[in-house]
């Protein structure tokens, strides 16, 4: 059981908005960055999001994260096919001193 | 072109031992914090571990559910990343990815423990 906490799928159609959530405490969220994977069923992830709100290079602007308190959200907008993946929330725990994952939301573009 | 490419897994009989290997290019090894993930079957990501240069201290940090079983270690003069299991357990069974920021991934190694 992920100490992270994350639906485990959402649904949108095509140029909808959809937003994520990502729900951990004071000894995760609540005090360090959250970072946003992508992953394609059976490839490696890809970093989508890191400090909470800023994109990687090659990432596009559709894609946005936010984060306050102890919870943080990814918003995907004008949401395409090509955004069917799993996303996974990810922030350092400063009690078990080791990286966390939620467990992951199964975004379903129908 | 960063590359990390991951050997050593395969099919082993609870209680049994491997070390997996993780062989980068492309970058400086020597000064990389080097991640380990797992994940297992249909599950999510797991962190398992990281290594820090040895500038930074070489010293590793380990996932609490595997401290016990699991070993990080690195050889910068092959540029090498390695992960050492021993006591394996069914719930080991994963893909192993090694990583290392900002996203630089492997492709993974399949670890099964099957009797």
């Known amino acids: 059981q992920s100490v992270l906490t994350q639906p485990p799928s959402a649904s949108g159609t095509p140029g909808q908005r959809v937003t994520l959530s990502c729900s951990g405490s004071s000894s995760n969220i609540g005090s360090n960055a959250v970072n946003w994977y992508q992953q394609v069923p059976r490839t490696a992830p890809k970093l989508l999001m890191y400090?909470?709100?800023q994109r990687p290079s090659g990432v596009p602007d559709r894609f946005s994260g936010s984060k306050s308190g102890t919870s943080a959200s990814l918003a995907i907008s004008g949401l395409q096919s090509d955004d069917e993946a799993d996303y996974f929330c990810?922030?350092?725990?400063?009690?078990?001193?080791?990286?966390?994952f939620g467990g992951g939301t199964q975004l379903t573009v129908l | 072109e960063v590359q990390l490419v991951e050997s050593g897994g395969g099919l082993v009989k609870p209680g049994g031992s491997l070390r997996l290997s993780c062989a980068a290019s492309g970058l400086t090894f020597s000064n990389a914090l080097m991640t380990w993930v797992r994940q297992g079957p249909g599950m999510g990501l797991q962190w398992v571990g990281r290594?820090?240069?040895?500038?930074?201290?070489?010293?590793?940090d380990y996932a609490a559910a595997v401290k016990a079983r699991f070993t990080i270690s690195r050889d910068d003069s092959q540029n090498t990343l390695y992960l050492q299991i021993t006591g394996l357990e069914t719930e080991d069974t994963a893909v192993y990815y090694c990583?290392?920021?900002?996203?630089?991934w492997g492709q993974g190694t399949l670890v099964t423990v099957s009797s």
């Open positions: 290594i820090r240069s040895k500038s930074d201290g070489g010293t590793a």
């Open positions: 990810a922030a350092w725990d400063v009690s078990l001193n080791g990286l966390l």
């Open positions: 400090d909470n709100s």
């Open positions: 990583h290392t920021g900002p996203d630089y």
